[in-house]
């Protein structure tokens, strides 16, 4: 029904790439264009090879960007190279009147922070031309805001608190390397904590808050409060939210690794001279530590991401625990990529999807938990991300 423009060859493009081929009665005609044609043609050679068209483009470039919409006439286009592209690829988007979709918010390459202000700010923008941008369709953010749609419609006259739980318990056998963009990845956990209470943000010191969450079909598991992008949309959609965090698992290995590194200034991104050349120690890290899109074939174990809500239904208390579990192998098995791209890449596919059909359709900038969120978990139980839900005591 659409041709479909994705940008950004990587691991979650290799999923949403796979994807899409496998609903081409959806897709129809599929391109993928990244900073460097090598990385689309690797992915291309594992698919059929009529499935997918590819391109070069700089999409840090809106006017090249603009003109490869308009040549191979995208009707859609689905953001995931680095969030640092958001903005010059959604106004490639205004300029050419296309949708837009994406799975992470911006931030700028020089400070380690991120937040919806600058994409919220187009809304005029995107609602004048009639198209919908739609944002954070991964998995956290996105899965998890419709978990808490979910929740918010069909268990909860008022949801209380709510906490978001990441657990990746896959293990790939290197000592460190993590398993998405590094330079992402680095500075999202070694930033300072922020939870949001009774009407404000509390800040922490990295990894300061901890506890221990008993994860379905992995175990207990040391959890830290970290800060993360769908809080800042949820606590304005979310009613009568009163307390809501975030919390990730890591293993006291990782931790040690990346306090050395922040010790050592490998996590600065800033540029330092070092023998007659600027470098930036983050970047120059990135080179060093395994590329995250080859850790698919190496990667064993469960992720485990969920919420627990808690409220008020008829006048009674209640708790209840949304969460989806996927195996990286079988994950790698499917599309040749471990399960942190799978399961951002197939909820990128999926709220695509639904907006081809015109089943989440509206004029402007929006989060995920602001359409049905119905429909998008029994996408998720079709497209290869079962959830279960579970009442808590
Ligand atoms: N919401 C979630 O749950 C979630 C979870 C994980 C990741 N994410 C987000 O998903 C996105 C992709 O992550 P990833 O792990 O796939 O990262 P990745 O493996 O580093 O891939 C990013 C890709 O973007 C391409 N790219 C970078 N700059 C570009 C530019 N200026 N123009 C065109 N292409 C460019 C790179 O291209 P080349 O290879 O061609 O150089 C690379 O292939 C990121 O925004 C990340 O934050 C979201």
């Given at each position: 029904m659409a041709h479909v423009l994705?940008?950004?060859?990587?691991?979650?493009?290799?999923?949403?790439?796979?994807?899409?081929?496998?609903?081409?009665?959806?897709?129809?005609?599929?391109?993928?264009?990244s900073r460097r044609l090598s990385s689309c043609e690797t992915i291309a050679k594992e698919l059929?090879?009529?499935?997918?068209?590819?391109?070069?483009?700089?999409?840090?470039?809106?006017?090249?960007?603009?003109?490869?919409?308009?040549?191979?006439?995208?009707q859609l286009v689905i953001n995931v190279a680095l969030p640092y592209q958001d903005l010059t690829i959604m106004d490639a988007c205004l300029k050419t009147n296309t949708p837009y979709l994406d799975t992470a918010n911006y931030e700028h390459p020089d400070e380690?922070?991120?937040?919806?202000?600058?994409?919220?700010?187009?809304?005029?923008?995107?609602?004048?031309?009639?198209?919908?941008?739609?944002?954070?369709?991964?998995?956290d953010p996105g899965v998890t805001n419709v978990f808490c749609?979910?929740?918010?419609?069909?268990y909860f006259d008022e949801i209380h608190t709510i906490d978001i739980l990441d657990c990746n318990a896959g293990d790939h056998g290197y000592a460190f390397a993590t398993n998405f963009n590094p330079e992402i990845n680095l500075r999202e956990v070694s930033a300072n904590g922020r939870y949001w209470e009774e009407g404000k943000w509390i800040e922490t010191k990295p990894m300061e808050i901890k506890m221990v969450w008993d994860y379905p079909e992995v175990g207990p598991k040391d959890s830290y409060l970290l800060y993360h992008e769908e809080m800042e949309s949820l606590v304005k959609h979310i009613k009568g939210l009163k307390r809501i965090r975030f919390f990730m698992t890591f293993g006291e290995s990782y931790l040690?690794?990346?306090?050395c590194l922040e010790n050592v200034g490998m996590l600065g991104i800033k540029e330092?001279?070092?023998?007659?050349?600027?470098?930036?120690?983050m970047e120059f890290?990135?080179?060093?530590?395994?590329?995250?899109?080859?850790?698919?074939?190496?990667?064993?174990?469960?992720?485990?991401?969920?919420i627990v809500a808690e409220g008020i239904k008829d006048g009674q208390k209640k708790k209840i625990y949304i969460y989806q579990v996927s195996d990286h192998e079988k994950c790698y098995a499917e599309v040749k990529s471990q399960g942190v791209s799978y399961t951002t890449g197939v909820p990128a596919m999926i709220g695509a999807k639904l907006m081809i059909e015109g089943k989440w359709s509206a004029k402007g900038v929006f989060n995920m938990e602001e359409f049905d969120p119905d429909i998008f978990m029994d996408e998720l139980n079709k497209q290869g991300l079962p959830w279960q839900i579970k009442e808590l005591d």
């Open positions: 994705i940008i950004g060859a990587g691991g979650v493009g290799r999923v949403v790439t796979h994807k899409c081929v496998m609903n081409k009665e959806t897709f129809t005609k599929i391109t993928l264009a059929p090879s009529d499935a997918v068209n590819i391109a070069q483009v700089d999409a840090d470039n809106t006017d090249e960007l603009a003109d490869l919409i308009t040549k191979i006439g995208a380690a922070k991120f937040e919806y202000k600058e994409q919220w700010a187009k809304h005029e923008a995107f609602k004048e031309k009639g198209l919908l941008a739609l944002l954070g369709s991964g998995f749609a979910y929740a918010q419609k069909h040690t690794h990346m306090k330092v001279e070092h023998k007659g050349q600027k470098i930036v120690p890290l990135r080179t060093l530590l395994p590329d995250p899109a080859t850790l698919g074939p190496r990667t064993k174990g469960l992720t485990n991401i969920g």
